[in-house]
């Protein structure tokens, strides 16, 4: 964090003591050179409009939407502002270069600022929202295309004033425009933080900072068209659209090794799942012909010679009719558990495919986390004191506002995983208010969970273990599906948890439907 942080002081710096070293340069450009930087900004901006907007539909989301369209809108302005102030169309347009050159760069400048001012905006409601959150990009092409067409005709049919004004300080005063739009995305991505830790963000400001600084710093000063200032700005401009374009290439490179993951984490899953369906089938099937044939078993076998002994005892022939009804009702047990630990295999994936498919509803209503905790509790105390483990739980009488169906099932998942995972000890389940929201915690002093393995807990079709999920079953389904249902109703997850010492794992419930998304 500390090494990006130097890096875009010494990039804003840079530039400034650059400018001030070089202010009052007599470099003088010519239209030929600005119509060439011109079309080379043009291809850039394209190439990083297509490659954002792939990106955007390889797995939807606001900000690459709002930077895709950015870039390719920019990308036709600036074309266009490359054709119209050429030599060879000069003549036809209503106004001459020392005032379309200036007005249409401010167009593609300004327009280009505003989106990307508007992807951190839509990055936050989409944040806020979840998938209700997204916008349509149907909206946002149309609203590319009003901007993009009313600048073509604008500056084709309307005649324009002087861009400068040498009376003032700053010589451009209306490249400020988009500067502070440039400025407010800044503030909201070094606001937002993932530059910490996600490349494509840290190349994004990067290019913020350079196109800020272009804006306010040189072009504001430049008096005459093609100037030092004029073409430091310009040439500050690819410099920006390159830093997004090498961030999205980071960002493309990393969906793919995801991809690949994903692709064998779901190979993973299947061996997995194979397994856990094989399992309670073998028990099925294994004990539905044992049934069936039920004159074989020891039991029966011992009840039927008893009846047909000469000398009938009647205690024998009760023990042995007890007997025969123990082994029965075990066989059934055992295929009962079979068959709910499959079902809940079978739920599980249907939950899981809802949620891709945004199938996925809530029955919110008002719920007491004592009652609620309570059932929970007395549901795995027979599996809490097979394994010797002192279960216990901590509510205040809270009320919440959630799809208690879907409440118990995250509670459920969280206590059977602490069972699972925990061999001597405890587990604790404890609620406590925190504003507009009821947190959740429940501990255990299990295995722990490896620092390595983090990032992985709450993905799905991965496991933060294999090992220790084969030893205790499971196909790590589980938590991926807590975190979705915690998110879906508004809240948050989250765990602390050290190897051999064990987890915490948190969460929150509002207690409010305003907290829902």
């Not at 490249?175 to 494509?200: E, M, Q, S, T, V």
């Not at 099925?284 to 010679?305: E, M």
């Not at 995250?410 to 059977?416: A, E, H, R």
């Amino acid at each position: 964090m500390h090494k990006r942080i130097a890096i875009y002081l010494a990039t804003a710096i840079g530039l400034l003591v650059s400018y001030i070293l070089l202010r009052g340069n007599t470099w003088q450009g010519s239209q030929q050179l600005h119509t060439t930087m011109e079309t080379l900004a043009t291809s850039l901006a394209l190439i990083v409009g297509v490659l954002s907007l792939v990106r955007y539909y390889t797995r939807k989301n606001n900000l690459f939407l709002f930077m895709g369209t950015g870039f390719l809108g920019t990308a036709f302005l600036d074309g266009y502002h490359a054709v119209v102030t050429s030599a060879y169309f000069e003549p036809f347009m209503p106004s001459d270069n020392d005032s379309l050159i200036p007005w249409s760069w401010i167009a593609s400048r300004a327009y280009l600022s505003l989106f990307m001012f508007f992807s951190y905006l839509a990055w936050r409601r989409e944040d806020k929202l979840g998938v209700a959150g997204r916008i349509s990009e149907h909206n946002v092409y149309l609203l590319s295309l009003a901007f993009t067409s009313a600048s073509f005709l604008f500056f084709f049919l309307v005649p324009l004033p002087s861009a400068y004004y040498q009376e003032y300080i700053f010589y451009r005063p209306e490249d400020f425009i988009p500067a502070l739009f440039f400025g407010l995305a800044l503030a909201g991505y070094l606001h937002k933080g993932y530059w910490r830790y996600d490349n494509f963000e840290h190349w994004l400001v990067i290019s913020l900072i350079i196109g800020f600084i272009g804006q306010a710093a040189f072009m504001t000063f430049s008096d005459v068209l093609f100037d030092f200032e004029f073409d430091a700005a310009h040439t500050l401009k690819k410099a920006s659209y390159i830093c997004v374009l090498v961030g999205l290439l980071y960002n493309m490179a990393n969906v793919y090794a995801k991809a690949e993951q994903a692709s064998q984490a779901k190979s993973n899953f299947l061996n997995i799942v194979s397994h856990e369906f094989r399992t309670p089938l073998t028990v099925v099937l294994g004990y539905t012909p044992v049934l069936k044939n039920a004159r074989n078993l020891p039991s029966v076998k011992n009840l039927v010679a008893t009846l047909e002994a000469k000398d009938l005892d009647r205690d024998e022939i009760g023990k042995n009719i007890n007997t025969v009804l123990d082994d029965v009702a075990d066989y059934a047990e055992k295929m009962s558990s079979s068959g709910r630990h499959l079902l809940k295999l079978i739920n599980d994936m249907l939950d899981i495919s809802k949620f891709e498919t945004g199938n996925f509803k809530l029955d919110l209503q008002s719920v007491s986390i004592d009652t609620m905790v309570g059932t929970i509790v007395e549901q795995f105390t027979k599996a809490a004191a097979d394994k010797n483990l002192k279960l216990h739980y901590e509510t205040n009488g809270e009320v919440v506002i959630a799809d208690e169906l879907r409440l118990t099932q995250i509670l459920i998942n969280l206590v059977g995983n602490s069972i699972k995972f925990t061999d001597s000890g405890s587990i604790t389940i404890r609620t406590r208010s925190s504003g507009a929201f009821v947190e959740c915690l429940v501990s255990d002093t299990g295995c722990g969970i490896s620092e390595s393995a983090f990032s992985e807990v709450f993905e799905r079709f991965n496991q933060a273990d294999e090992s220790a999920t084969r030893k205790a079953g499971g196909t790590g389904m589980g938590l991926a599906i807590v975190k979705l249902l915690v998110e879906l109703h508004g809240g948050q997850v989250d765990f602390t948890s050290k190897v051999g010492k064990g987890s915490t794992f948190c969460f929150t419930i509002p207690t409010d439907q305003e907290g829902i998304a």
